[in-house]
């Protein structure tokens, strides 16, 4: 039996979205750490450079952090994004979904929010997680996954 979850949360505009609501299509939803730093950088101006091959194959992404509709707001401007970004400031869905975990930097061990990522297929199953990405190919992995999925 496959797997599937569900989320009603703000995006950077306030609206709200269900992830049920877009069965039917191909979904990206990707957790990261936190607005406007190096490496939530990285990952979302190379979603954001490959975004037109991710509308040629219908996939409709939704960037997933703890920070508040406002900082996520300030967050696509300065960059550009074209993609939603969801506010989940009580870390439900981001715990629900396993994106809150124990982590490691300069020899000290805190609970935060992994850099993960979950292609939901038109069904609303988990098709692929991704655990651990790297920010500068994540956005082009998803997308040769999804070319084969297609080709299967």
């Known amino acids: 039996m496959k797997k599937r979850r569900n989320f009603s949360l703000p995006d950077q505009n306030g609206k709200i979205h269900t992830l ?3 069965k039917g299509q191909w979904v990206l939803v990707y957790f990261y750490p936190k607005d406007d730093t190096p490496g939530c950088n990285a990952e979302a ?18 960037g997933i952090s703890a920070d508040p509709v406002k900082s996520h707001a300030k967050f696509a401007e300065k960059f550009n994004l074209p993609f939603t970004l969801i506010s989940d400031e009580k870390r439900t869905t981001i715990k629900r979904w396993g994106a809150w975990q124990k982590k490691r930097a300069m020899g ?32 082009q992995e998803v997308l040769d996954d999804l070319k084969e999925l297609l080709n299967k």
């Open 108 to 139: 000290k061990t805190y609970m935060g929010i992994a850099r993960m990522s979950f292609l939901i297929d038109p069904d609303g199953d988990i098709a692929i997680t991704y655990g651990e990405v790297t920010p500068e190919t994540h956005a």
């Open 45 to 62: 101006c190379a979603i954001r450079d490959n975004f037109p091959e991710f509308q040629k194959l219908g996939i409709r992404v939704f």
């Open 20 to 22: 049920s609501d877009y």
